[in-house]
């Protein structure tokens, strides 16, 4: 059994910052990327960011760079998204995955339940 389980979502207001967590137990996983998702109402869930096992190859999208930072502590088997200057925009349930280092969704095996991001105006 694989089990994600994401935390730290919130309320918060616009400018303000959340740190999501999404830990991983069940199993090791070595040599596997970890990644962040979102997506919001009526919308196709969407790729935020990126990280390789080793930590060495963090990648974004665009909307989110400089102010998303993705990390990972292997030893416990988790993932961070550190959220700042967070905009409305930002609204989405966000999920935490593990799998091939990726934009795309179909590339990653694993996925937590997500977690509600809100930012207010």
């Known amino acids: 059994q694989v089990q994600l389980a994401e935390s730290g979502g919130g309320l918060v207001q616009a400018g303000g910052s959340l740190r999501l967590s999404c830990a991983a137990s069940g199993r090791t996983f070595s040599n596997r990327a970890m990644g962040w998702f979102r997506q919001a109402p009526g919308k196709v869930r969407e790729f935020v960011a990126a990280?390789?096992?080793?930590?060495?190859?963090?990648g974004y999208a665009d909307s989110v760079k400089d102010r998303f930072t993705i990390s990972r502590d292997n030893a416990k088997n988790t993932v961070y998204l550190q959220m700042n200057s967070l905009k409305p925009e930002d609204t989405a349930v966000y999920y935490c995955?593990?799998?091939?280092?990726?934009?795309?969704?179909?590339?990653?095996?694993?996925w937590g339940q997500g977690t509600q991001v809100t930012v207010s105006s």
């Open positions: 995955a593990v799998g091939h280092y990726s934009y795309i969704t179909s590339q990653y095996d694993y």
């Open positions: 990280i390789s096992w080793s930590g060495g190859r963090p």
